[in-house]
């Protein structure tokens, strides 16, 4: 009998299989991967839309934005940004809030005698603090009740979330 040696050329099939398997793994991550972007990506723009959305009702602290100013030919008066000036129907409710913000600990500091000028001479004497701390009064407006109606995230990512805009008042307490 005559022997024959033959080199076969290709994968065996056990081969196959493994890199069939090693396949399927990696596509398995990469949909994983994917739709933990999907839905990052999903909840930013909703984040952004419920931004734009919200945003102007807080800055004209109105509860409902149909009633647009007109000019004299019934057309929409427009801002310096081209967007039409909305007419408060209702302002929205506000809860005044203080935000105080506090350093613990003590030392000096040094002043120039004119601030304008970097190099003028330090003023000699050293103002000392001690703990400082800020208090500011703000008003808390929330838009969650008042853009309902207008809502156009109903069951989408960050839906529940409610933005919170603040108003700072002109007056504020430092001590030091």
């Not at 409902?64 to 007419?87: E, F, M, R």
């Not at 703000?138 to 809502?151: F, I, S, W």
Request: hydrophobic share 35%.
């Amino acid at each position: 009998m005559k022997k024959t040696n033959k080199k076969l050329k290709g994968m065996t099939l056990i081969e196959m299989i493994i890199s069939l398997a090693i396949f399927a793994v990696m596509s398995l991550v990469l949909l994983v991967i994917g739709q933990v972007v999907d839905k990052q990506m999903r909840a930013t723009t909703n984040l952004k839309e419920k931004v734009v959305q919200q945003s102007p009702l807080a800055a004209n602290r109105i509860t409902k934005c149909d009633q647009i100013q007109l000019d004299a030919n019934g057309q929409p008066v427009t801002d310096a940004s081209g967007l039409p000036i909305v007419l408060p129907t209702s302002e929205l409710p506000t809860t005044p809030i203080v935000i105080t913000i506090k350093v613990d600990g003590n030392g000096q500091y040094y002043l120039r005698q004119d601030p304008n000028d970097p190099n003028s001479p330090i003023d000699p004497n050293a103002h000392t603090f001690n703990d400082p701390s800020i208090s500011i009064n703000c008003k808390k407006y929330d838009t969650k009740q008042a853009v309902r109606d207008l809502d156009v995230s109903n069951g989408k990512p960050n839906d529940g979330l409610s933005l919170e805009f603040v108003e700072i008042e002109p007056t504020t307490a430092a001590t030091t």
